[in-house]
């Protein structure tokens, strides 16, 4: 089992490629990766951002697809108009079935976006998505949609769910999460769980869909387990960041984390 993120760089680890290929690795599926920026940042506060030419993004994926068989893959910092329609013209190439995080601010407030950015990835990424997984201020962006309340997230998910099947994460919803699946909205609910380790989770509740999907689940129950496995990881992990790898493994238990 393989899977592909294309990714922008986290050099602290916490989020972006990285926390995309230790999310593959612990759910154990092979992690590929093509990387779309460089960026400066910590998990309080992003410096800088050095985009990679289009034309290399596109040569990583061919490259990576001449080489490996992936089907399912997942799309996170794209930052550029460029970048989106390049990427997206890929995935139409190669046929992937692709989960799409439209990252486009940190969590830290730092901006992982330029120009174009929002609309180009309405119009010609969503449309190639299996499902896309914006946060409420990504749905905003991308819906038009003033998202205050659980209402307006369901209003949101209705709006985007005619581009593609698409969840509202639920960090800034109580916990709960807006589906909308063959045009049909619901809620899922959920815990929230009160921790500063939230670095990545959006990256790695993406990078976990596309890997349960990988192992063959439907994707709705890719979703659940997603889900499941980044509660799980915000509730045990440290230094601000997501723990995932440790969290799963075989010799070192969650009880072991909580020291």
Known sequence: MMALSIAGFDPSGGAGILADIKTFSALGVYG???????TAQNVRRVSGVMAMPPEFVAEQIDLVMEDLNILHAKTGM???EEIVLTVAEKIKEYDLQVVVDPVMVAASGGSLSEGGFSDALRDHLLPEALIAT???AEAERLSGVSIRTLDDAVRAAGVLGEICDVI?????????????????VSVLEGELVESRNTHGSGCSFSAATAAYLEMGLELIDALKKAGDFVREAIRYG??????QFWMYSEHVSAEDLKD
């Open 238 to 243: 440290h230094h601000g960041t997501l723990n």
């Open 168 to 184: 509202i994460t639920g960090g800034h919803l109580g916990g709960n999460n807006v589906l909308c699946i063959d045009g049909d």
């Open 134 to 136: 914006p946060n409420v």
């Open 78 to 80: 794209l930052y550029s």
């Open 32 to 38: 590929a990766g093509v990387i779309t920026a460089l």
